[in-house]
C-alpha cells in the first residue's frame, strides 16, 4: 500500500517535471526561432533592397557580408536571370520557387547532393510601366545557425532527461522519507488493531461460554424479560465475534500477511456444495441457481478456502439485500485460454444507488444505516473480499440497479 503511494507520488512529481521542462522548452524553440527569423529577416530585406536598386537603376551591387545567398529574377516569360550563383542553393531554390508564395519564409530545401538546406528567402515584385515583369529573389542559406539551434535544444532536451531520471531517484527518496511518518502511525495502528482483536477474543469466548452455561442450566428459572435479555446478549455476542474476526483478517490483509495455501480443486464441486448449503438454510425462502459449464470440472490451483471466504461474502450479501422470494444465481465462466476464471454472483435485490457506489469496498459503510443494522453485519464484508481478492491477484467489478438488482463479477486467474 505505501509502496504504491510512494510510487503514485514519485510519478505524479514526475510527470509535472517533465511536462513543465517540456513546455518551457518548447517555448524556448518558438521563441528563439521568432528571434532568429526577424533578425535574418531583417538582413535579407536589405539584400532585397540592394539587389532591386541594383536591378532597376543598374548600379552597382554593394558588397555583402553574407556570403551563402543567392540572388535572382524570375520574368513573367523569358529567361532566368541570376545574379549571384551559390552552387547548391541556386538550383535547390529554383525548382521550389514555384511553390515560394510568401514574401518572406522559411523553408526546407534538398540540394541536388542530397544535403538538406534550411533557407531564408524574400522576393519583390518588379514592376515597370504599371506591368508586372517578373519577381526579384533574395536567398540566404541559415542551415549552419539551424543546425546549430537543433543541437543546442537537441542538447537541452538531453540535459531534461538526465535531469529528470535524476528527479525520478530524488523524487522516489523524498517520497520515501515524506510518508515515513504516516507509515510509522500507520504500522501502529494496525498493530493496535490486531493486538486489541486477540486480547478481546479471549475474554469474549469466556462470555460466551458463560451465556451458554446460564442459557443451559437456568432456562426453566428465567422470566421471558431476562430469556429476552439472555437472547439479545447472545446476538450481540455474535456480531462483536464476528466483528473481531473480520478486523482481525483486515489487519493481516493491510499488512499484506493473509496467507495463501495453493491445492489443486475443481471449483465446480466446491460451488456446489457452497450453493448447496445456501439451498438448505433458505428452503422455501430466497431460490439459488447454480449455471456453470456441465462438463467441465473447473480444475484450479489456488487457496480453496480464501476461494469460499469470499463467495461467502457475496452470497451473504446477496441473501441480506434480496426479498425473501427473490432468486439469487452463482454463474462462472472458465476461460481456459487466459486461466481465468469468470464468477458472477447475481441478485434480484434492492441494488446499490449510484451515490453509494464509490463507498461499498470502504470499511464500515453501509448504505441506509437504519434499516442495515436491522440485517446485521458492519459493513466490513466487501472491503475484506476486495484484501482478499488483493491477494489471490483477482479483479471485481460490479453492475447495479436499484430496485433491481446486483451483479458482482469477480475474476481469478487460477485455472490449470
Ligand atoms: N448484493 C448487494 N445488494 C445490494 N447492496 C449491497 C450488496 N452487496 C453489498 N451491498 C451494499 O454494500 C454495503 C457494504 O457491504 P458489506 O461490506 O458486505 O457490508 P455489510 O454487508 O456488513 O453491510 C452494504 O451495506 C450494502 O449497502
Ligand atoms: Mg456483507
Redesign the pocket.
Known amino acids: 500500500m505505501f509502496s504504491s503511494l510512494r510510487w503514485k507520488l514519485t510519478k505524479a512529481y514526475t510527470i509535472w517535471f517533465l511536462l513543465t521542462f517540456t513546455a518551457i522548452l518548447l517555448i524556448l524553440f518558438f521563441v528563439f526561432r521568432s528571434i532568429l527569423f526577424s533578425i535574418e529577416s531583417k538582413e535579407l530585406q536589405d539584400l532585397l533592397e540592394n539587389e532591386k536598386a541594383a536591378y532597376t537603376d543598374g548600379s552597382v551591387v554593394q558588397e555583402q557580408p553574407y556570403s551563402y545567398y543567392t540572388s535572382f529574377f524570375i520574368p513573367e516569360s523569358g529567361k532566368i536571370k541570376i545574379f549571384k550563383k551559390e552552387e547548391r542553393l541556386t538550383p535547390a531554390f529554383l525548382h521550389y520557387s514555384k511553390n515560394a508564395r510568401k514574401n518572406l519564409e522559411m523553408a526546407d530545401l534538398q540540394s541536388a547532393d542530397g544535403k538538406k538546406l534550411h533557407v531564408i528567402y524574400g522576393k519583390i515584385p518588379i514592376i515597370e510601366n504599371g506591368k508586372k515583369k517578373g519577381e526579384l529573389f533574395v536567398v540566404k542559406d541559415i542551415s549552419h545557425v539551424h543546425e546549430q539551434t537543433e543541437r543546442w535544444f537537441f542538447i537541452l532536451f538531453l540535459i531534461g532527461l538526465i535531469t529528470g531520471s535524476v528527479s525520478l531517484l530524488i523524487g522516489s527518496k523524498l517520497a520515501g522519507r515524506a510518508i515515513e511518518p504516516v507509515k510509522e502511525n500507520y504500522e501502529r495502528q494496525k498493530k493496535f488493531v490486531s493486538d486489541a482483536s486477540h486480547e478481546l477474543r479471549t475474554p469474549l469466548s469466556i462470555f460466551s461460554a458463560s451465556l451458554q452455561v446460564m442459557e443451559e442450566e437456568e432456562k426453566e428459572r428465567l422470566s421471558p424479560f431476562s430469556a429476552e435479555v439472555l437472547k439479545d446478549l447472545k446476538d450481540e455476542m455474535k456480531h462483536m465475534n464476528s466483528l473481531i474476526t473480520n478486523l482481525l483478517t483486515l489487519a493481516k490483509s493491510d499488512s499484506d500477511s493473509i496467507s495463501i495455501e495453493k491445492a489443486v480443486f475443481s471449483f465446480s464441486e466446491m460451488t456446489s456444495s457452497v450453493i448447496h448449503q445456501y439451498q438448505m438454510k433458505e428452503k422455501g425462502l430466497r431460490k439459488f441457481r447454480l449455471e456453470g459449464p456441465d462438463d467441465d470440472p473447473c480444475m484450479a490451483e489456488t487457496d480453496k478456502t480464501r476461494v469460499k471466504e469470499l463467495l461467502y461474502?457475496?452470497l451473504?450479501?446477496?441473501v441480506?439485500?434480496?426479498a425473501k422470494d427473490g432468486e439469487i444465481t452463482l454463474r462462472y465462466e472458465p476461460d481456459h485460454r487466459s486461466k481465468h476464471l469468470v464468477i458472477h454472483i447475481i441478485?434480484n435485490?434492492?441494488?446499490?444507488s449510484e451515490e453509494?457506489m464509490p463507498f461499498?469496498y470502504d470499511r464500515f459503510?453501509?448504505?441506509?444505516k437504519g434499516r442495515?443494522k436491522k440485517?446485521g453485519?458492519?459493513?466490513?464484508?466487501?472491503?475484506i473480499a476486495s484484501g482478499l481478492l488483493h491477494s489471490l491477484d483477482g479483479k471485481i467489478d460490479v453492475n447495479?440497479t436499484p430496485g433491481n438488482g446486483?451483479d458482482?463479477t469477480i475474476s481469478l486467474p487460477v485455472l490449470i
Open positions: 461474502i457475496f451473504d450479501n446477496a441480506k439485500y434480496t441478485d435485490g434492492i441494488g446499490i453509494d461499498i459503510f453501509r448504505a441506509e442495515s440485517l453485519g458492519s459493513g466490513l464484508g466487501l472491503s447495479s446486483t458482482f
